[in-house]
């Protein structure tokens, strides 16, 4: 077996290496094939060490047990043919009742985490090449990360004022991201869908309106799939952008106040009729996380009740516990040292970023969507997880797109990067460099 494993390995790799060094899918991005072969076998490592903590650390963790189940419903899906496509559409199958090898469940326990049944079914099919090895199904987890981070370079390289080698820095080798979309979970489904978003808001502001259409909906599609209560917080930040280029011109800001605004009163009016209840949905989310049982969980952490003086009596500690968490001081093991050790450079970065004397840029209308779903992801996240791994994990997405938007303001990177770019070998000099090598095709 283990030989058929490391012949299937080779075989694999053969074929990733010659469509990415071949492949017409691979030269519309403007970088290297080779870079980009590269960056699929550093994400297929990941996966491998991604795999392995969860096996050890974790005690097989959820990553195995999707695995798992995916590869019981793949040695049963011929004969269920009719209940593996009506289980995961929404068309409430009825189990077989024949079915030994793999207890099927009814569609009212599908329905309280679709995501993850979602996820078990589509990765059934990959199981048919993978001969059981969870390492051998990294290729396909690797391809999905692989594909989310060179949408967000292709759109980011045309909208923000970034050096090239900078960009790319930041689109491919941000450690919490990379690690975190490289495992078989569902963040790296999130973080293609949120990449669709991004490719439909460029195609929009270019006004290729089929296109945008195409990607806006695949984006939405996904993440209603895998985590559905992310719509909730692109809705408001995707009106906002859409109503940018023919409501709020050269207004930014105050085109995503009064968009926040009006959701923040209309949600408010909810609560306070009585006919729809959004801090009770919150609060109950937030005892599904509470129950959860682990060593992880934050020491002393409390629920809030759904009530507005609750909430907001609860708020300043849900944003530490997502800004701040986990406390050097308080790190129990390496995962949670290296977790500690992120969210301080983090902070580092901002403080390092906060320039003053630079004059303010121009920036593109998806700079402001970046900031906005990411600030708003982080409350949400603070106001009902409380597990230091999830936080962890669910937080890569929104402090990567924060990291890339800070990044703009290091006036010491950008001549370092332009340097590189033009050969130079000094990298300060009297005359102050442009910081972009490139004008966004959008600007405020």
């Given amino acids: 077996m283990a030989v058929l494993l490391a012949l299937l390995f080779i075989v694999y790799s053969c074929l990733a290496t010659l469509w990415i060094m071949k492949g017409r899918s691979f030269k519309q991005w403007g970088i290297s094939p080779k870079i980009i072969l590269m960056l699929f076998f550093l994400r297929l490592g990941l996966g491998a060490i991604y795999g392995q903590l969860h096996l050890e650390y974790f005690d097989a963790g959820d990553t195995f047990l999707y695995f798992e189940e995916s590869q019981l419903i793949a040695q049963t899906i011929w004969p269920y043919w009719d209940y593996y496509w009506g289980s995961w559409t929404g068309q409430a199958p009825i189990p077989p009742a024949d079915a030994e090898l793999y207890l099927y469940p009814d569609w009212s326990f599908i329905q309280r985490d679709f995501g993850t049944y979602a996820l078990v079914h589509i990765h059934a099919i990959p199981q048919f090449f993978s001969a059981g090895s969870y390492f051998l199904h990294g290729f396909f987890v690797a391809f999905l990360g692989l594909f989310a981070s060179l949408n967000f370079y292709w759109v980011l390289e045309r909208h923000l004022q970034l050096p090239r080698k900078l960009l790319q820095f930041a689109c491919f080798f941000m450690p919490s991201v990379l690690f975190w979309t490289s ?211 669910y937080r890569s997405i929104a402090l990567h797109f924060l990291v890339i938007l800070l990044l703009q303001s290091f006036h010491f990177f950008h001549q370092y990067f332009q340097a590189k770019e033009s050969g130079k070998k000094t990298l300060l000099s009297s005359k102050e460099h442009s910081v972009a090598s490139r004008k966004a095709e959008l600007q405020d």
């Fill in 183 to 393: 495992g078989f979970h569902k963040d790296v489904w999130v973080y293609l869908s949120i990449s669709g978003l991004f490719l439909g808001l460029d195609a929009y502001y270019r006004q290729l309106w089929k296109r945008a259409f195409c990607f806006l909906g695949l984006g939405l599609l996904g993440l209603a799939v895998f985590r559905t209560y992310l719509l909730g917080l692109v809705f408001p930040a995707l009106t906002a952008a859409s109503l940018l280029p023919f409501f709020f011109k050269n207004r930014p800001i105050q085109a995503y106040l009064s968009v926040y605004a009006f959701f923040g009163l209309g949600l408010f009016a909810l609560e306070m009729t009585g006919y729809f209840s959004p801090l009770q949905l919150l609060a109950n989310r937030q005892g599904a996380f509470l129950a959860e049982k682990g060593g992880s969980v934050i020491a002393g952490a409390t629920s809030w009740q759904p009530n507005f003086f609750s909430f907001f009596a609860y708020l300043p500690k849900a944003l530490f516990n997502v800004c701040f968490r986990p406390l050097i001081w308080n790190v129990k093991d390496s995962l949670q040292l290296a977790a500690a050790l992120e969210i301080l450079s983090f902070w580092l970065l901002f403080f390092l970023g906060l320039n003053k004397g630079r004059n303010p840029q121009k920036r593109s209308p998806l700079f402001y969507f970046m900031f906005f779903y990411a600030l708003s992801n982080l409350l949400l996240i603070g106001l009902l997880v409380v597990n230091l791994g999830t936080i962890v994990r």
